[in-house]
């Protein structure tokens, strides 16, 4: 289908919003109060760096709540003081933090079923209320909401939207979008429906792959293969990439996003030669600011001595598994925590990369400890506060027993 002629329909529809309601001092009012931090703002006045006892808290300069995730949660605070008696739903986790979404079912907001990657619709009808998230939704979802007639409030990050513009602008041009994704991630799954022809690339082994292939040919069956769930139906690496152009998941490592648009460019440079290059290569800047200024805080903080790390972030929470891929990167003992519930007098139930939840007894080491912090960008600064004082209270009743 013709996406982007529909997408301008949609957005002239008086059932689309992508605004708020006139709403905004009583959102403010609710964000203030349910996610805001007295202490995040004094250790911020610190110079970012907070001691009590034998604990030193170093915190991260660029963490937590960004603009795009802290709009998403507003606009939907926002759609139900508009409807307060309507059906609202919402297609998806608006942002991937439990606290935040638990507020949503709270306020009574209804979360479409789903079961893998199927999504059961047959609830929603005409005249409900459909929150689209800050990953936004496939086009599918939207048209299948728009031929309902529900109210669709749109709270899809504009940085999302980017990429989907830069998705267009590929298609114009018969390329096939290389994503830097993961495919089963909802915004990696919108923006993919976008796309025309397009292949998804995890990390920069798997770009290699397609590279090497690129220029040198191999096993067809055996690519089809790896990516089987992360290609466009009826894909022919044959065909397929002989024009690429680069996309990505907003919320990947910005680094690695870069290594593999320049790995593709001087791949299709080899093979087309210089004068046609911009034929076979398309590429434009979608990395977030808010994700890039998050790992770039992280990569300063991890320089640091420090004893540990905590990073604080829903263990579906990309952005967050990123910022502890760089701990892990610079050999620095990391836990990864969604709330304070999971720090115990007797451990800390955390998330190794890749792994699933483990519970690490004598975590923070004897005497004094310079112990990291930072968050992932859908993680309100009141559980970032949680953590600090739960970690505050564990060592200091320690130091006490001793």
């Not at 609710?30 to 996610?35: A, H, N, R, S, V």
């Not at 990123?322 to 720090?343: F, G, K, V």
Request: hydrophobic share 40%.
């Amino acid at each position: 289908m013709d996406t982007k002629t529909f997408k301008r329909s949609l957005h002239n529809s008086e059932n689309y919003h992508r605004k708020g309601f006139g709403h905004e001092a009583e959102a403010a009012d609710f964000m203030q109060t349910e996610y805001q931090s007295n202490l995040v703002q004094q250790i911020r006045d610190q110079q970012f760096t907070l001691k009590r006892g034998n604990v030193t808290i170093r915190l991260a300069e660029a963490f937590g709540f960004c603009w795009g995730v802290e709009r998403a949660v507003a606009i939907a605070y926002e759609t139900r003081q508009h409807f307060p008696t309507e059906r609202i739903w919402i297609t998806n986790e608006i942002i991937h933090n439990p606290s935040v979404n638990q507020h949503l079912r709270d306020m009574q907001v209804q979360f479409i079923p789903a079961v893998g990657q199927e999504k059961d619709f047959s609830g929603v009808t005409a005249g409900d209320v459909v929150i689209l998230p800050a990953f936004g939704a496939s086009v599918p979802e939207m048209q299948l909401l728009n031929d309902r007639q529900c109210t669709i409030v749109d709270t899809t990050c504009p940085w999302v939207s980017k990429v989907w513009s830069s998705v267009e602008k590929h298609k114009k041009g018969g390329h096939t979008s290389i994503i830097h994704g993961k495919y089963n991630h909802e915004e990696t799954i919108a923006t993919s429906s976008f796309a025309t022809k397009y292949l998804i690339v995890l990390n920069l082994a798997e770009a290699e792959y397609i590279c090497n292939y690129i220029l040198h040919g191999g096993d067809r069956d055996e690519l089809m293969a790896k990516f089987a769930k992360a290609c466009s139906a009826g894909f022919d690496p044959d065909v397929d990439l002989e024009q690429v152009g680069i996309a990505n998941q907003t919320t990947m490592l910005k680094s690695e996003t870069e290594q593999i648009g320049k790995l593709f460019e001087h791949t299709m440079l080899r093979k087309y030669g210089p004068i046609a290059l911009n034929q076979h290569f398309l590429s434009f800047n979608t990395i977030c600011d808010a994700t890039q200024e998050r790992q770039d805080a992280m990569l300063d903080l991890v320089r640091e001595k420090l004893d540990l790390m905590v990073v604080i972030g829903g263990f579906n929470s990309s952005n967050t598994t990123h910022l502890q891929e760089i701990a892990i990167e610079y050999h620095i003992p990391s836990y990864h925590i969604d709330s304070a519930e999971r720090i115990m007098d007797h451990g800390i139930q955390h998330k190794p990369l890749g792994g699933d939840l483990e519970m690490a007894q004598d975590w923070l080491p004897e005497g004094a400890i310079v112990v990291g912090v930072t968050s992932g960008a859908s993680t309100p600064d009141k559980v970032v506060a949680d953590v600090v004082e739960k970690i505050f209270a564990l060592k200091n009743k320690t130091l006490v027993e001793m």
